[in-house]
């Protein structure tokens, strides 16, 4: 009660109310309600004051020496409870999806012929061929081209060709089924058949309808492909009308080499 007229009291109110403000005497006299020899504390502080419980003490003494260790880490703990945790959501790296290159085969072991027990233009070839050769290639004015007197557009649609496939390295060989007498073509089925056995090819890529009547009269025009002598052989466009083509266009009519069982 007497706290709550305080405020009047402050303000010099006492004397104008002085009869409604019931234990004013108490305010004025404060000196009556203290004890011998206790010092004097404002009512006010002594109330702002909580009283402290012994349950409550002894809890915070309990829970003093708890916080301390909580944050002093020992060197001996792991590592993850000494790091704060992440909040970084960026997914991890996926595996990289790209195919890992083809490896070229080992090299198997072979007996080739050696390159100086054939005629000109074979042997100049024979001694390119790789141990890992799979597909002879194989045209009408090769002859021509081993001469000397090759045509720059034909040998841009092969070296085009040879990497639309993207074979290992010596996995394909030309192998002629013609010469080059100066002014003329001279038909050589012969040889190209004994090359043909000798290095064990089973696939053969021949360009131009010329070609397929060297190499394989039999064998039907209108044939895209047909096997002979266990040997595959793929007919294909004359390369005198495919170096004249569009790049995509050439890869398009040739695309059926792709689909050997080469490796």
Sequence with gaps: MLESVRPWYQNGLQYVFKDSLPGIEELENPKRQQRPGAPAQPRQQAQARPQQRPQQFAAQQNQAPQQDSAQKVSPQQPAQQQQRPSFDRTPPAKPSRIPQQRKAPAQPQVNFPDPESWPAPWSTLAGRISPRVQIFWTYAQMGQDMSGQADAERRKLFQSLIGYMGLPKGAISFWPC??????????????????????????????????????????????????????????????????????????????????????
Aim: charged residues 20%; negative net charge; proline residues 7%.
């Design 178 to 263: 013609t010469s080059w007498n100066g002014s003329e073509f001279e038909n050589k089925p012969d040889i190209f058949w004994k090359g043909v056995e000798a290095y064990g090819v089973k696939f053969i890529a021949s360009f131009g309808d010329q070609t397929r009547s060297i190499i394989a009269p039999e064998a039907p025009s209108s044939s895209a492909s047909v096997h002979i002598n266990g040997v595959q052989m793929l007919m294909l466009q004359d390369p005198d009308f495919l170096k004249n083509l569009p790049s995509d266009e050439q890869q398009l009519l040739c695309i059926s080499l792709l689909r050997l069982p080469l490796f």
